[in-house]
């Protein structure tokens, strides 16, 4: 039931005619059904990916255009082989490295610029489309002396509706309540004679079956966009899914299968005419408060949606475009979360940041460069992470056989020719460079060292650059009269240090079960 | 002394008249002894780097043309800003993230490819310079026939003699002793008139002072070559120059100084016609062992050139090419490391195949195909080893207070309604789903489980999308009756824990600071 209004509003999002909004509710949710894994997510168009459609699209085309449509229906298509091939290839992972923090900022900036858009239809004003708020605004500053006030009074109602029943938990569905009640106003006080924007008619029957038509120039035009899309609806979907599937725990969900779910969604519903579809939040929810139990309730929406088609589009003949404005607000401001930025500014502030940069960026310089701004920010987050790994200088508790870091313990004493070190990661080429220079600055700062103590027990793996570069550090050590021995390595790490023939090389008496073996052996403890 | 003949080399390898490569071996090294930290590495001309610079400019302009020498000055200008500007935001860490392997498996690519393109010196023969060695070879089989016989003796025997030389550790410079002979014997015995190929005439005096010719056109078509260079140039730099400093460990290498010292060196070197250089393995190897102990050995060196170019020109017109040829094979082909395949072979054969992949990929499609192919291996590598920690299911050692991975000690023992889970790296974005995947895993496995501790004493620090996970999944957890507690929780985490109110958020029973603590609360010990 919400399916419809969300969709012809998102349709419009998407600089599509509304039809288009029920075509991409029908097919995608069936073969979705079938193929994905999730048991309530309600899959169809989307507020974010009908903007970058509109974004990727608007490029190429004039908006609403035959060339466009065909152009939004092919990158449906794109969007399913991604995401299918994705699938296939396993490489749901992928997903994984856009940070919580960067998502976030993302989505709220996009919610933003979706909810701004509308503005126009809600004040009955001309803006001309834009992804950039300052110039949403300081048109619709110039344009305000003509705004239509009862369309205004229309949206704003409708808002406070839809507002007030989501409030409630009513179980009333707050869009379709507004869209009936608008209809009915429009048509009885005859308001589009007075200004206000109606829909007009809305041609019925089903989608024309068809591929679209593949033409190399727009494909690579659509490259950027198609990718952007594939990842940031599965991200979406995947969010999505995974938050309902903790609530019900009697399914799995699995990356890799929602991905190709989704992709054969796209691919079938590009056929049938529908622009790139993914799952959504609001409906989900919906769709799981309501009952849904499996797949076969986005079956019956579908069917829903195609007896609407059928039989229901000269209904929506007076529907106010305000009132899917005000759909697209309420949906999209929801998305803003202003908490999760309160909460980061007091709990952490590199994610903070993160989420800051990301928001702003997208903001000022659009969406494909916000969200290619929180890739390359996650993506140098896992770098520095990997390449400065947490090293602690450990002293002994007096009076225990208990080493501990001597930053976080005052109490625990160093030896005074021993080192006593711990490396809290897995040792490979990334962090060698960590580990060496740690090593060479406690050499250089301590006169007399006699021996050097590796506390190995968060050591989980050796790479043949970090084999490498032990064997290195310890002939080297050698030389300057300096033993470097190991404590407490453990059985994988061992493997790997006997197929390298490290005990060979070194000679006995590296290797100590426990930093209090290694001492003893230098007779002190 | 083997800076003359190995310069001259480099530059003609470059695609450069040979005195370019006397004029990129004086200001350079006198800047680098200023700002470098090294005490030993010798900068100047190198093969790696000489190749680049054929490869990347000979795309824009005719080689050896006068338009060709200008790009490859204004070349010079571009890596050393970008090196300047890396060590100026401290950003000589980024080097770390080329794995050993790559760098050695595209080492001995390049290696192979340079070496190969100077068989036409050496053979006397036409081959077009070319970067796929299938190519190379098909060309010098086709005009193996046309082989000048004396030139293909000289070059042999100059190889023969620098091998001997060196292999006899001979404080001889094999190098320089050939250049000498092979003058001597082509002016005695008129060889050139037979067809061997000689230098010509060398221009003599010290090059012009002046700002390379800025060109934004060409500068684009740089760019990828200039970005290039400038990491290689400084990886191998940095690489000669730890190893070298390893042995004496009297003073510090500093990477970011290094970009510095590097940056200002080619920076100064384009202002004095010199192309792009950098340190290199040979000779910072004979600059420590004749004994260099500061910076004044290369100031010394770059003095010497300086008198050549001044008096000692005409002495190389009989030079053959040959002979350059030699010099440089000779130091190539010692960089193709065998030694490292068959041992990555027998002990790490993910490693092995990285390797493997780099040097086909540069083989077969080019140099900077191949580094990009190593970048993308190595990124991806870190990435997944991010996405994918060690997790281990522990069991209690029987008789004991001490808990194993079960997988490892198959003696340890498992409780029937309690799972003891250790999570081995920090939690962050890009591995909660991990965490998440094997609690789900575990808890779909064990019917009647009641307990799940987690030894936390391996994670060092929680962001906030771990934080959140943490949370969510501890609620979802009891809402199905399953008790989620920590135990061995570290000092930092404790923190993030605290500032985040998760104390507050769960109530008490929660933090233990052992995991028999954290059984016995449960009755079970």
């Not at 009269?481 to 453990?490: E, G, R, T």
């Given at each position: 039931m919400m399916l419809i209004p969300q969709g012809m509003a998102y349709a419009l999002l998407a600089g599509l005619p509304p039809i288009y909004g029920l075509y991409a509710s029908t097919i995608p949710l069936i073969i979705y059904a079938i193929f994905g894994t999730s048991r309530q997510l309600a899959v169809g168009p989307v507020a974010m990916v009908a903007l970058l459609v509109a974004n990727g699209v608007g490029e190429l085309a004039p908006l609403g255009s035959?060339?466009?449509?065909?152009?939004?229906?092919?990158?449906?298509?794109?969007?399913?082989?991604?995401?299918?091939?994705?699938?296939?290839?396993?490489?749901?992972?992928?997903?994984?490295?856009?940070?919580?923090?960067?998502?976030?900022?993302?989505?709220?900036?996009?919610?933003?610029?979706?909810?701004?858009?509308?503005?126009?239809?809600?004040?009955?004003?001309?803006?001309?489309?834009?992804?950039?708020?300052h110039m949403i605004l300081s048109h619709a500053y110039n344009a305000f002396s003509e705004t239509n006030y009862i369309t205004l009074s229309i949206g704003i109602s409708a808002i406070a509706l839809i507002v007030v029943l989501k409030k409630m938990k009513s179980k009333i569905p707050g869009p379709l309540v507004t869209v009936i009640i608008s209809i009915l106003v429009v048509y009885i006080f005859n308001l589009d004679s007075l200004g206000v924007k109606i829909i007009g008619k809305v041609p019925g029957g089903l989608p024309t079956v068809g591929f679209p038509t593949f033409n190399v120039d727009a494909m690579q035009g659509l490259l950027p966009t198609a990718l952007t899309i594939g990842l940031i609806g599965f991200m979406e979907s995947i969010?999505?899914?995974?938050?309902?599937?903790?609530?019900?725990?009697?399914?799995?969900?699995?990356?890799?299968?929602?991905?190709?779910?989704?992709?054969?969604?796209?691919?079938?519903?590009?056929?049938?005419?529908?622009?790139?579809?993914?799952?959504?939040?609001?409906?989900?929810?919906?769709?799981?408060?309501?009952?849904?139990?499996?797949?076969?309730?986005?079956?019956?929406?579908?069917?829903?949606?195609?007896l609407t088609l059928l039989f229901l589009t000269p209904l929506f003949y007076f529907l106010p475009k305000a009132i899917l404005a005000s759909v697209i607000m309420v949906a999209v401001f929801g998305l803003i979360d202003w908490k999760e930025l309160i909460h980061l500014w007091k709990t952490d502030k590199r994610d903070f940041s993160m989420l800051l940069i990301t928001f702003f960026t997208t903001l000022t310089f659009g969406i494909q460069q916000g969200i290619l701004t929180g890739i390359i920010l996650s993506m140098g987050l896992i770098l520095f992470k990997s390449a400065y790994p947490h090293i602690a200088i450990l002293g002994k508790i007096p009076g225990l056989n208990i080493y501990r870091n001597i930053k976080r313990f005052p109490q625990a004493k160093e030896f005074d020719n021993i080192l006593i070190i711990r490396f809290d990661a897995q040792l490979f080429f990334a962090n060698t460079h960590a580990f060496q220079n740690v090593i060479e600055k406690e050499v250089i700062k301590r006169k007399g060292l006699q021996k050097i103590?590796?506390?190995?027990?968060?050591?989980?793996?050796?790479?043949?650059?970090?084999?490498?570069?032990?064997?290195?550090?310890?002939?080297?050590?050698?030389?300057?009269?300096?033993?470097?021995?190991?404590?407490?390595?453990?059985?994988?790490?061992?493997?790997?240090?006997?197929?390298?023939?490290?005990?060979?090389?070194?000679?006995?008496?590296?290797?100590?079960?426990?930093?209090?073996?290694?001492?003893?052996?230098?007779?002190?403890?």
């Amino acid at each position: 039931m919400m399916l419809i209004p969300q969709g012809m509003a998102y349709a419009l999002l998407a600089g599509l005619p509304p039809i288009y909004g029920l075509y991409a509710s029908t097919i995608p949710l069936i073969i979705y059904a079938i193929f994905g894994t999730s048991r309530q997510l309600a899959v169809g168009p989307v507020a974010m990916v009908a903007l970058l459609v509109a974004n990727g699209v608007g490029e190429l085309a004039p908006l609403g255009s035959e060339e466009y449509i065909a152009l939004a229906i092919l990158l449906a298509m794109m969007v399913g082989l991604f995401q299918l091939t994705l699938g296939i290839f396993r490489l749901g992972f992928l997903v994984n490295f856009l940070s919580n923090p960067v998502i976030s900022g993302f989505t709220s900036a996009a919610a933003l610029i979706i909810g701004l858009n509308q503005l126009k239809h809600l004040l009955g004003i001309e803006i001309p489309r834009n992804n950039h708020i300052h110039m949403i605004l300081s048109h619709a500053y110039n344009a305000f002396s003509e705004t239509n006030y009862i369309t205004l009074s229309i949206g704003i109602s409708a808002i406070a509706l839809i507002v007030v029943l989501k409030k409630m938990k009513s179980k009333i569905p707050g869009p379709l309540v507004t869209v009936i009640i608008s209809i009915l106003v429009v048509y009885i006080f005859n308001l589009d004679s007075l200004g206000v924007k109606i829909i007009g008619k809305v041609p019925g029957g089903l989608p024309t079956v068809g591929f679209p038509t593949f033409n190399v120039d727009a494909m690579q035009g659509l490259l950027p966009t198609a990718l952007t899309i594939g990842l940031i609806g599965f991200m979406e979907s995947i969010a999505v899914a995974k938050a309902i599937q903790l609530k019900h725990k009697n399914y799995k969900i699995d990356a890799n299968q929602e991905l190709i779910g989704l992709g054969l969604a796209n691919i079938g519903g590009s056929i049938f005419r529908s622009f790139p579809v993914n799952g959504g939040y609001s409906r989900t929810a919906v769709n799981d408060q309501s009952g849904a139990k499996t797949g076969m309730a986005s079956i019956i929406s579908a069917l829903l949606i195609i007896l609407t088609l059928l039989f229901l589009t000269p209904l929506f003949y007076f529907l106010p475009k305000a009132i899917l404005a005000s759909v697209i607000m309420v949906a999209v401001f929801g998305l803003i979360d202003w908490k999760e930025l309160i909460h980061l500014w007091k709990t952490d502030k590199r994610d903070f940041s993160m989420l800051l940069i990301t928001f702003f960026t997208t903001l000022t310089f659009g969406i494909q460069q916000g969200i290619l701004t929180g890739i390359i920010l996650s993506m140098g987050l896992i770098l520095f992470k990997s390449a400065y790994p947490h090293i602690a200088i450990l002293g002994k508790i007096p009076g225990l056989n208990i080493y501990r870091n001597i930053k976080r313990f005052p109490q625990a004493k160093e030896f005074d020719n021993i080192l006593i070190i711990r490396f809290d990661a897995q040792l490979f080429f990334a962090n060698t460079h960590a580990f060496q220079n740690v090593i060479e600055k406690e050499v250089i700062k301590r006169k007399g060292l006699q021996k050097i103590i590796l506390n190995a027990e968060a050591i989980n793996s050796l790479d043949s650059s970090a084999v490498h570069i032990l064997i290195d550090t310890i002939e080297e050590l050698r030389k300057n009269n300096i033993k470097f021995v190991f404590a407490c390595v453990k059985g994988p790490v061992r493997d790997i240090m006997e197929k390298n023939r490290m005990k060979d090389k070194l000679g006995d008496g590296y290797f100590y079960n426990s930093i209090s073996e290694a001492l003893e052996k230098h007779n002190i403890a």
